[in-house]
């Protein structure tokens, strides 16, 4: 007896379909709006083989669908948003100090020390006294008798200092009223209270505001609350896909105004014909 021959199977070409990767990756694209050619193109297959794993893997297919409909919701809600107007957070970096000084010598007026300089001061100086150290929280608070920190102009301006960054420096009332316009290294040296690190600190800070419009300006980051009006534009178009029947641009044609305007045609004969609206 002879043994019955089985057909053997022909091997087709391995499918470059890949179930881990090909779900999520046709996700990002049908987000992005890619097309089934782009698809095609990007996985290097035939358009038709984009077709075909839509028929075959359910997962491939629920992928796309949900990549277009997640960008369809993002483009609505954008949409919607400019239609009615939003408030927003308008984020800016600005200078504390450079641009205003820069532009007061320039343009030729009297600079005067800004309200932001003289906070970068007292920061400087951990808002305590650059002369005795004194503070609000030390022992010494007494010192504050006279009010909080003032500003002590190292050059007194009746001898010649002027109102600042560069001449001005944080002090209790007592150190300022006391220094008065005494040259300040010479009255310092004489206080019991002398710190030799304090002087260097505050030589230190007066020489780095003297040059500051050469170095990079420090800058602060400033929040403002600001709102952006509707969009009529985005209102319109948002309304005539809405509500298509109220909204949209209709356009009434005067059928008796067409059949007067349409050419008059004669025979040869010298006959005249005659044409009715819809004929062919």
């Not at 179930?19 to 992005?32: G, I, V, Y």
Request: one cysteine or more; charged letters at 30%; proline letters at 4%.
């Amino acid at each position: 007896m002879t043994k019955r021959k089985e057909n053997p199977q022909v091997a087709g070409r391995p499918s470059k379909y890949n179930p881990e990767h090909h779900p999520k990756s046709a996700f990002k694209l049908a987000l992005l709006g890619a097309t089934d050619k782009e698809m095609a193109s990007i996985y290097e297959v035939e358009e038709k083989t984009i077709n075909n794993w839509k028929k075959e893997f359910p997962e491939f297919l629920q992928a796309l669908k949900d990549g277009k409909d997640e960008a369809d919701s993002k483009v609505a809600k954008s949409l919607y948003k400019r239609a009615l107007g939003y408030d927003f957070e308008e984020i800016t970096e600005e200078r504390i100090y450079g641009d205003s000084f820069q532009k007061g010598r320039h343009d030729g007026k009297d600079y005067k020390l800004t309200e932001r300089e003289w906070n970068l001061a007292c920061v400087t100086f951990d808002q305590s006294c650059a002369y005795c150290g004194a503070s609000k929280n030390t022992p010494d608070k007494e010192k504050f008798m006279l009010g909080d920190l003032t500003k002590d102009h190292v050059i007194a301006l009746n001898k010649g200092g002027e109102y600042r960054r560069e001449n001005v420096v944080p002090a209790c009332g007592l150190c300022n009223s006391s220094k008065s316009d005494a040259n300040m290294t010479d009255w310092y040296q004489a206080q019991a209270f002398f710190s030799l690190v304090r002087l260097q600190k505050i030589v230190n800070y007066l020489e780095f505001m003297e040059v500051a419009t050469d170095q990079p300006a420090m800058t602060e980051t400033k929040r403002v609350m600001k709102k952006q009006p509707p969009d009529v534009t985005a209102c319109i178009f948002w309304l005539k896909n809405r509500k298509a029947s109220k909204w949209r641009e209709k356009t009434e044609v005067d059928a008796n105004l067409v059949f007067n305007q349409l050419p008059v045609v004669t025979t040869e004969d010298g006959k005249e014909l005659t044409f009715k609206v819809g004929d062919g």
